[in-house]
């Protein structure tokens, strides 16, 4: 059975509700594509504009972090009813702004892995290394640890139907795309991993994308790697330019 690819956006900390509205108006007629499923990341913020707007549409709506307990007092957290009841379907976890910048750690990505689940909500499960990593050789060492911790407990049942995104650290928000090649080779990997983790049918069904200055450049070459799954866009996906890297394929 062929993977369907599922091409992110990723907005990251940009466009209030109004302008996220705007975006969405735009993107609309844009990313009509049959053969991918496609998912607009939003601020937390936008999430109940942007489900509105997106309703009878082909776009689903990802929340880009998500807290692991069911609610209480957790000052400006988010809880997975909430994220429910408000229409999300995937939740963008472990991003590596998140790890850098908020020190989540591997198990903390593991808790927010779980909860996610057990609410009905697809979670994509970043990983990725830095410049350094890689220049020593341990990038799939690395990866696969995130990889193994991420989903600890989970069943392969429940893996099949997650997506993992791998990120190179040093490919984001750089314009320096990881060739084709090299993101196919940790997709690779990462697919060899969840296999050991679980079975070959398991590694068959998990959705692995790929991440780093994807554009409409680059997408066609990168999303005709065996291995990747599609993509996880920052940058280029708060521009019409979105649509062509959905429509890759056409
Ligand atoms: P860019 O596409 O802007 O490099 O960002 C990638 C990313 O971090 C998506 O999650």
Known sequence: MARKKI???NWKMNMTPSEAVA?????KPLVQNDDVDVVFGVPAIDIVPVVEACKGTNIAVAAENMYFEESGAYTGEISPKMLVDAGVKYVILGHSERRDYFKETDADVNKKVLKAIEHGITPIMCCGESLEQREQGITMDFIRQQVKIGLQNVTADQAKKMVIAY???WAIGTGKTATSEQAEEVCRGI???IAEIYDDAT????????GGSVNAGNAAELFAMEDIDGGLVGGASLKPDFGKIVCYNK
């Not at 975006?23 to 993107?27: A, C, I, K, N």
């Open 191 to 193: 697919r060899q991993c």
């Open 203 to 210: 590694a068959a069904e998990i959705r692995i994308q790929y």
């Open 167 to 169: 990120e190179p650290i």
């Open 23 to 27: 975006l969405v108006e735009t993107l």
């Open 7 to 9: 091409i992110a956006g």
